[in-house]
């Protein structure tokens, strides 16, 4: 049996987890989030806690198991706390700064890049140099911050580019020179 599907997941104050017309619906403080029912999996709500069972030992069946259970884990997470991933720029030039909700992004083109926030997402600029992508869906929270890196990824020679926060990018030597 799958060791992650079979965890309870507790409930904290002020959400709640129902099945309603084929959808997993978690609400909570920040908002509601809601994802599709996977055939032969079951929730059983009681007390606080979220059990995750399937109703049999096929292969598909036991894969969706631990799947279900750490995405409904997710979505309590994201309804009560949040998710927020943070993002460095590096560069001489390079800057970010907020326009109305959006992002505008100096990232050495010859024009600036703007990126429009998806809906749920909030960004924030700590300094010129960084950016706090926040909201409550994991997916959405990664997949953006992952777009925002994409427009200039770290190059390895002299580490420019955006990066997550904390991220070690391994260096090359460059060119030896003639004698």
Do not use: C, W
């Not at 904290?12 to 994802?35: A, F, W």
């Not at 992002?103 to 010859?110: A, D, T, V």
């Amino acid at each position: 049996m799958s060791r992650i599907g079979r965890k309870i997941i507790a409930l904290p104050n002020g959400s709640s987890v129902d099945v309603v017309n084929d959808k997993i619906v978690v609400k909570g403080p920040k908002g509601e989030l809601s994802m599709p029912v996977i055939e032969d999996i079951s929730l059983q709500v009681a007390d606080g806690t979220v059990l995750v069972q399937r109703a049999n030992e096929m292969k598909k069946t036991k894969a969706a198991h631990g799947m279900v259970r750490a995405m409904v884990q997710n979505m309590v997470t994201g309804v009560t706390d949040g998710y927020e991933t943070k993002l460095e720029i590096v560069g001489v030039g390079y800057k970010a700064q907020m326009q109305g909700k959006d992002l505008l992004l100096n990232l050495g083109f010859s024009h600036p890049v703007v990126h429009e926030a998806p809906e749920g997402i909030e960004f924030a600029t700590d300094g010129p140099t960084r950016i706090s992508v926040k909201g409550i869906d994991k997916q959405v929270v990664g997949q953006t911050a992952a777009i925002i890196r994409g427009y200039r990824p770290p190059e390895p020679y002299k580490g420019k580019g955006i990066r997550y926060q904390g991220e070690h990018i391994i260096r090359k030597a460059g060119k030896a020179g003639s004698k």
